[in-house]
């Protein structure tokens, strides 16, 4: 009968040792798996990374031409709009006689549709 406890025993000392490896196993493997996690999360942020720095160095690109465009365009809007102010300074006093004296010089004459009914 001592034999057979101490078998008893044995087998429970075994059954023992191999729930305790399979639970190694197990954290070793949730270890693997959150290191690989973690190295895959740190790859993904680094290629996010380079792919943003190449977009931004494009965009740098395009828009440095199209800001020169744009500051060409609001150069010779401004310069248009100079030449305009120019032009109404030089003519303004001319302008208002005319305008002046049509008002004021009104000259009565009917209107050649006019038809007079009798």
């Given at each position: 009968?001592?034999?057979?406890?101490?078998?008893?025993?044995?087998?429970?000392?075994?059954?023992?040792?191999?729930?305790?490896?399979?639970a190694?196993a197990?954290?070793?493997?949730?270890?693997?798996?959150k290191?690989?996690?973690?190295?895959?999360?740190?790859?993904?942020?680094?290629?996010?990374?380079e792919?943003?720095?190449?977009?931004?160095?494009k965009?740098?690109?395009?828009?440095g031409?199209?800001?020169?465009?744009?500051?060409?365009?609001?150069?010779?809007?401004?310069?248009?709009?100079?030449?305009?102010?120019?032009?109404?300074q030089r003519n303004?006093?001319?302008?208002?006689a005319q305008?002046?004296?049509?008002?004021?010089?009104?000259?009565?004459?009917?209107?050649?549709?006019?038809?007079?009914?009798?």
């Open positions: 009968m001592a034999s057979q406890s101490q078998g008893i025993q044995q087998l429970l000392q075994a059954e023992k040792r191999a729930a305790e490896k399979v190694d197990r954290k070793r493997k949730a270890r693997r798996l290191q690989a996690k973690e190295e895959a999360q740190t790859e993904v942020e680094q290629y996010r990374r792919r943003e720095q190449e977009f931004h160095s965009q740098q690109a395009a828009m031409s199209q800001g020169n465009l744009s500051a060409e365009v609001e150069q010779a809007t401004r310069r248009q709009v100079q030449g305009m102010q120019s032009s109404q303004r006093e001319r302008v208002l305008l002046l004296s049509m008002v004021c010089d009104v000259r009565p004459q009917v209107h050649p549709n006019y038809r007079i009914t009798v």
